[in-house]
């Protein structure tokens, strides 16, 4: 086995490890991503699998916008919730991060969102349940994601997702979509 092979096979099982440490909402997962530029490619794919677990469970329900529209909204909600928290985080509560340590962090913040694909199998108010659980337990990651790329404590972490997410709807409804907004 060439060492190329070797490492590449360790850099998945890294994924895998740090994946599962996201699930338990462990830091260190989110501090080591912060810090490794090479992250951002494992945050994409994360970010991805997301938006595919998020197709596949609206199909399951027979509502939402279709697969590939889920796969492109995953990325764009992604770059631009990286974009409101850098901003909010540094400007306003002083953190310390820039845009790729953020994009990183909230990319391995995504991975509760797998679960979404075999929640797709479950029906009626399993499938609800099943749903705002793992959007519940991605806040949390998000939170914790943020905590560390901002280098701030948790309730600063907390208001920079409240602040952000209330910029967002702001936003949307400036632009005139409140029915997106809520």
Sequence with gaps: MSTAETSSEGEWASLW?????VLWLDSRPFERVEKDPRGLLPAALIVVAAGGSRGLYDLGAGTGPGFAASLAGAVVLWLLATGLLTSVGVRWLHGTTDFYEML???????????????????????HTAA?????????????????????VEL???????????????G???????PEAAV
């Design 17 to 21: 490890k740090r994946a599962y440490r």
């Design 104 to 126: 990183r962090t909230l990319g391995f913040a995504a991975v509760p969102l797998w679960l979404l694909a075999p929640a797709s199998l479950l029906e009626g108010s399993a």
């Design 131 to 151: 749903g705002v659980v793992a959007h519940l337990w991605a806040i949390a990651a998000a939170v914790v994601g943020v905590r560390q790329a901002l280098n």
């Design 155 to 169: 309730g600063r972490a907390l208001v920079a997702c409240v602040l952000a997410l209330a910029l967002a709807i």
């Design 171 to 177: 936003l949307l409804l400036l632009l005139g979509a």
